[in-house]
């Protein structure tokens, strides 16, 4: 007997499974194949508790008025996720070699492998589309007031994964390694030294060097694909777990309705 | 009677269950700061060398050479040859740069030259735009080299004639060797071309420039040029 219960889900009365009738059920294959499913998923919920967490985290209480503008940081994830897929599959083909061979594994993704072109362009959009609903998600958050009292530290964290997502867009500008791709990492590059006294080094820094070197591409691939992608994955877990925690904001024209006991009685 | 002592927060006198009289750190904490020692110990073995590996290229010393580019008399002063140098190996049409070579002309370059380069007869102008770093390109109906990116253009000297760079052009020592002109480390010049160590563009030499950006221990040492 399962003792996994999970909430009924929320149908309509006429498309609702009917109760079993009493009697000598029989057995069908299928009921068979679902009882198998639900065993196993029981055995592992028995070992780990993982239900519990799995119901704390999707079937939260939303308030009223919740529409179509609380998706965008489902959106904003889905690109991410999308960016990390495609990004591991162009990392299978692609070469950190400023010699000559990234430009040439680039071109070689382009035009050679099966899908190659789509891949790379859902990547390069891709970053695009992410960067878009990151600020139309930032624009929600703000306008609705979701960033008040107790969610100011999401709203910290979602800076940091602005901020990330904008050095996601830096580094993987230069892999590519095209005249666009050199010139406009030059001038990033330039942009960061020109602060006063600490500016040198952290073009230093990102260069690898004095000057663009043998090791900035490579060192631009490390923090485009094991440095960032690491830290944004974990501070997604952060944000969404307070997501979770605190609940989401009911939008600024729902009106709270007072307690009971705030409400004086009139005659 | 010395005054008394007072308790000891660990001796047996508080009455701890296994501790020593006079006894200052119960086994427990003991154990407790051994196992955090270990744990940083182990943690900085590891942390220190990987950061040490990743930022120890800025601490490199920069290798300095000497090119050769062509004969002497390929130049002339009043106009200049595009020649193509490398600054960074290992990395082919990424790692060269464009450097315009002129003669010096003693009616225009009345700029003092350094110790030990009294007899430098070359002008070679760095093509990396003062502003940010795109490449300049000499124009010469113009007379000036002008830059693709954001509209920076600078003089025949290499002086900002108009647009956003912030210092003339950078340029590169030079001297004739076995028949060839070679080109050296390069240098940064203020407004009035007096040579400093190289800085990035966007790094103003003049007025307070030159105290917001001091020189990178780095590239620091000018003086110390290489002799082959």
């Given at each position: 007997m399962p003792k996994l219960k999970l909430p009924v889900p929320p149908l309509p009365p006429s498309m609702r499974p009917p109760p079993k009738r009493p009697g000598a059920p029989k057995t069908k294959p299928l009921d068979a194949a679902q009882e198998a499913g639900i065993y196993t998923v029981d055995w592992i919920d028995e070992r780990t508790s993982l239900s519990g967490g799995l119901r704390w985290l999707m079937f939260r209480k939303v308030p009223k008025?919740?529409?179509?503008?609380?998706t965008l940081g489902s959106a904003t994830m889905f690109a991410f996720v999308s960016q990390a897929i495609t990004g591991v599959f162009l990392a299978m083909y692609y070469?950190?070699?400023?010699?000559g061979g990234a430009y040439e594994s680039v071109r070689h993704i382009n035009d050679?492998?099966?899908?190659g072109e789509f891949v790379h362009g859902m990547h390069k959009w891709g970053s695009s589309v992410m960067v878009i609903l990151i600020f139309l998600h930032m624009a929600r958050t703000f306008f609705f007031g979701a960033y008040k009292y107790p969610r100011e530290l999401n709203w910290v964290i979602g800076v940091a994964l602005l901020i990330l997502t904008f050095v996601m867009s830096l580094t993987g500008y230069?892999?590519?390694?095209?005249q666009r791709s050199y010139w406009a990492t030059i001038v990033a590059n330039n942009i960061t030294a020109s602060?006063?006294?600490v500016g040198p080094y952290l073009g230093d820094f990102l260069n690898g060097?004095?000057?663009?070197?043998?090791?900035t591409l490579s060192r631009f691939y490390a923090i485009h694909m094991m440095l960032v992608p690491g830290i944004i994955g974990a501070l997604i877990g952060a944000h969404l777990y307070l997501v979770a925690k605190l609940g989401t904001t009911a939008p600024p024209w729902v009106k709270a309705k007072p307690a009971d006991e705030l409400t004086e009685e009139r005659a | 009677m010395p005054k008394k002592q007072a308790k000891s927060k660990y001796t047996a006198d508080r009455g701890i269950p296994g501790a020593f009289e006079g006894?200052?750190?119960?086994r427990r904490r003991f154990m407790v700061g051994t196992a955090h020692a270990t744990g940083a110990i182990a943690t900085s073995a590891i942390l220190l060398p990987s950061l040490g590996f990743a930022l120890g290229p800025l601490f490199e010393q920069h290798k300095q050479r000497w090119q050769p580019v062509g004969?002497?008399?390929?130049?002339?002063?009043?106009n200049y040859i595009p020649k193509v140098i490398t600054?960074?190996?290992?990395i082919g049409e990424a790692g060269k740069t464009t450097v315009y070579i002129r003669r010096r002309n003693p009616k225009l370059d009345t700029d003092q030259l350094p110790k030990g380069f009294e007899s430098e007869q070359f002008v070679a102008i760095s093509t990396?735009?003062?502003?940010?770093g795109c490449p300049v390109r000499y124009t010469e109906a113009a007379q000036r080299f002008i830059c693709p990116c954001h509209g920076g253009v600078y003089d025949f000297q290499g002086?900002?004639?108009?647009?956003?760079?912030?210092?003339?052009l950078d340029r590169f020592y030079n001297r004739v060797r076995n028949g060839q002109v070679e080109i050296g480390p390069r240098f940064s010049v203020n407004r009035e071309l007096k040579r400093f160590s190289p800085r990035n563009p966007?790094?103003?030499?003049d007025g307070i420039g030159g105290i917001l950006y001091p020189s990178r221990p780095t590239v620091r040492k000018l003086d110390k040029l290489p002799q082959d």
């Open positions: 008025g919740t529409n179509w503008f609380y070469r950190p070699d400023a010699a050679d492998v099966f899908l230069l892999l590519p390694f095209d602060g006063p006294f060097g004095a000057e663009f070197n043998a090791t | 006894e200052t750190v119960t004969a002497p008399d390929e130049f002339t002063n009043d600054i960074a190996d290992g990396r735009c003062m502003h940010l002086k900002v004639d108009g647009g956003p760079p912030v210092r003339p966007g790094e103003p030499l």
